[in-house]
């Protein structure tokens, strides 16, 4: 369902397709939060929002999420910090926030997540040093921190 110009919210409702497994809405005009109610779909292994409006932080119920794999939120007004609970999706293996308002350190405890191949976190605000726990996630293979504070 990208680029279909789709508009409005994400609806709570969402969260009721608990056998969904596969989610692609981007380069739609959908605003506003990503719900708690995100955390209900744990069947879901693929799931990205790139270029919509999408604000406020990242749910810490995207912790429950344990078989998504690949996770994409890049280009939108996403704000906060990491949340802890998403470095517990140890299946994750493609992870891209970047270009977003996302700020804090970068959150040790990433270095948990051992199958990541991907990680984009680029033109945000974090700040601070780099883990050094990153040096955990052997499967790495692309990092992108350019263009934060």
Do not use: A
């Amino acid at each position: 369902m990208s680029g279909n110009k789709l508009t409005g919210p994400i609806l709570s409702t969402l969260g009721n397709l608990t056998k969904l497994v596969f989610q692609i809405l981007d380069g739609n005009q959908i605003h506003g939060l990503i719900l708690s109610e995100i955390g209900n779909l744990k069947s879901l292994g693929y799931l990205s929002l790139n270029r919509n409006t999408l604000i406020g932080p990242i749910p810490s119920s995207s912790g429950n999420l344990t078989n998504l794999k690949y996770l994409s939120l890049h280009s939108n007004l996403l704000g906060g910090s990491i949340p802890y609970e998403l470095t517990k999706l140890r299946s994750l293996y493609h992870l891209d926030l970047s270009e977003n308002k996302i700020s804090g350190t970068v959150p040790s405890e990433i270095g948990k997540l051992f199958n990541i191949h991907k990680m984009d976190l680029s033109s945000n605000k974090f700040s601070g040093q780099i883990p050094v726990q990153l040096t955990n996630c052997s499967s790495l293979e692309r990092l992108s921190l350019s263009n934060n504070l």
